[in-house]
């Protein structure tokens, strides 16, 4: 395994949120994330103009089956080789590929299959870039600042979620989905320059540096390919196995995991039920994602802001528990006020757990294994989380919103359960500058 190095290993002489090699990779962070709600806004709106509704799901969720098969397999990248070169491969690759897309869209009618085939791409490619960029934090400042760096992430990732969609919808009134394809593709065009000027230090535990080869024929070179494949194999197994046994980042893996498979089929397809549900309409529905954006942004920002706080296991395990006791009863308070306000509760308990698990995930592992420890967080997340929509709107369609939104909190407050079951997690303490 190679591990990264271009900076000697000081801690900055600033906080994180005025290191300017921190935000260098923030704002690099953030030009890729609003890159990645345009592009998903245009593929959408390019689809329904070839298609029906059924083949715009489908397209819209192509990109997500190779996102999560690879997303593991990504870790292993990170761990593996340069994450510098990982990053910097896929996101170019990625840019290039949108570009294409634009250029395509705009000479001629986007075929079904091209808009599938892109977001097939695109959705592979992700799953080498995310877990490399998010294990970066911890090469590009001190521990004693991961808290902050995890609450700014956070914040920026809200902050996507909001500028994301109108930008991409402006880029569309002007030129539709071409010229919404480029300006995603130019926004991953000006990560590029500043993820190159990140600077990286070397951790700790680095790997011994392996033999040079002799240059070998072809049955060698299958031979060698094949032994890789098997190396990779080994290499994921053994990351999964590392944060099986690992006594915090075990319980703090299992507990987002779990939580997160209750949380995100009600706050995605839920809502939108329940608004039907209730006769709130649209604009009730709006209010209350925008009250959760804005308490999960005041959550983020309030670590970012502190950088540190005290017994932070606890407080995670806390404001989870919280956050998915508000969850369960939101389709059981009578008004729409008190729909969003509790909205708003569930967003500041997300925004806080969120931004302490990362830190405390990013502060206990090994470095060897700090991609493959992000890759198998945002697995839960982006592969697993999306099984529960079917089935939360199902089961709405059977027994109406309350009950589905209690069991679902229910389920997320097992996950708060299990963080306060771990002594390790309740005994966690974060680096203090």
């Given at each position: 395994m190679a591990t990264v190095e271009t900076a000697p290993p000081?801690?900055?002489?600033?906080p994180a949120h005025r290191d300017a090699n921190v935000l260098r990779w923030l704002t690099a962070y953030t030009a890729s994330l609003v890159g990645d709600s345009v592009y998903f806004l245009a593929l959408?709106?390019?689809?329904?103009?070839?298609?029906?509704?059924?083949?715009?799901?489908?397209?819209?969720?192509?990109?997500a089956l190779p996102r999560a098969v690879l997303m593991l397999g990504g870790g292993v990248a990170a761990d593996r080789f340069d994450?510098?070169?990982?990053i910097l491969g896929s996101d170019t690759v990625r840019c290039l590929l949108i570009l294409a897309a634009a250029v395509a869209v705009a000479v001629t009618a986007p075929a079904l299959w091209l808009l599938a085939a892109v977001a097939v791409v695109f959705g592979a490619v992700d799953a080498l870039f995310v877990p490399a960029v998010g294990a970066l934090p911890p090469r590009i400042t001190g521990a004693d600042q991961l808290a902050r760096v995890a609450g700014l992430r956070s914040l920026v990732m809200r902050v996507s979620q909001v500028?994301?969609?109108?930008?991409?919808g402006l880029a569309m009134g002007l030129g539709g989905p071409a010229v919404a394809f480029a300006l995603a593709g130019l926004l991953f065009a000006v990560s590029l320059p500043l993820l190159l000027a990140v600077r990286l230090h070397r951790l700790d535990a680095p790997s011994e540096p392996s033999e040079p080869s002799e240059p070998s024929g072809p049955s060698d070179r299958r031979e060698q390919q094949a032994q890789g494949r098997v190396e990779a194999r080994?290499?994921?197994?053994?990351?999964?196995?590392?944060?099986?046994?690992?006594p915090l980042i075990g319980p703090l893996v299992a507990a987002g995991a779990v939580s997160e498979l209750g949380l995100s089929g009600i706050l995605n397809v839920g809502l939108v039920l329940l608004n039907a549900e209730r006769g709130w309409g649209a604009s009730g529905y709006g209010w209350i994602v925008a009250c959760f954006g804005a308490g999960a942004a005041a959550g983020a920002a309030l670590v970012a802001v502190a950088g540190w706080l005290p017994r932070p296991g606890l407080t995670m395990a806390a404001t989870l528990a919280a956050g998915s006791v508000g969850a369960a009863a939101m389709a059981s308070v009578p008004s729409l006020g008190a729909a969003a306000l509790l909205g708003a509760l569930v967003g500041l308990g997300a925004g806080v757990f969120g931004s302490l698990d990362s830190a405390l995930i990013q502060t206990a592992a090994d470095p060897a294994y700090l991609g493959r420890v992000t890759s198998v967080a945002m697995l839960t997340m982006v592969g697993l989380a999306p099984l529960s929509y079917p089935v939360v709107g199902a089961a709405v369609g059977v027994w109406g919103a309350a009950p589905v939104f209690a069991g679902c909190g229910g389920l997320a407050c097992l996950g708060a359960a299990l963080a306060f079951a771990s002594r390790a997690v309740r005994r966690a303490e974060?680096?203090?500058r």
């Open positions: 000081l801690l900055p002489p600033a959408g709106w390019s689809a329904q103009k070839t298609a029906g509704p059924t083949e715009v799901g489908m397209v819209m969720a192509a990109g994450p510098r070169r990982v500028a994301g969609p109108p930008l991409g080994g290499e994921l197994l053994d990351g999964l196995r590392y944060i099986r046994r690992h974060l680096p203090r």
